[in-house]
């Protein structure tokens, strides 16, 4: 028999499913903020702001993701992760403006 102990176990299959969503939603909506959508740093703090607001979903396969959900569950989701990122981004869109008056 194996004894697990935490330095045997690998733990880097799982990862927050709205990490990779998010990053694509926002590369996705880029183009309608000008004043942020071509600076990687803002676009990096876009996807921190919409992170935060969202509960993180940890799984180790898509699969995993797609299967233990309803469809409304995944309507759900979809809508909460695309409101999180327009928060995010008039967030970040608005302090940027505020550090440029002064």
């Known amino acids: 028999m194996t004894i697990l102990t935490p330095a045997t176990v690998d733990f880097s299959s799982v990862r ?3 990490e990779r969503a998010v990053y694509t ?8 903020y000008p004043g942020i959508g071509h600076s990687p ?5 876009v996807a921190c702001v919409a ?3 969202l509960p ?9 993701f797609v299967f233990y959900l309803s469809d409304r569950e995944r309507v759900d989701s979809e809508r909460h992760l695309l409101d999180a990122v ?3 981004f008039g967030f970040v869109q608005a302090r940027t403006a505020m550090r440029a008056r002064g």
Request: net charge negative; charged share 40%; glycine share 0%.
């Open 16 to 18: 927050n499913h709205n």
């Open 86 to 88: 327009d928060y995010a």
């Open 41 to 45: 740093e803002l676009l990096a703090d």
């Open 56 to 64: 993180p979903r940890y799984i180790r396969h898509e699969v995993d």
């Open 25 to 32: 939603a926002v590369r996705e909506h880029a183009e309608r």
């Open 51 to 53: 992170l935060n607001r």
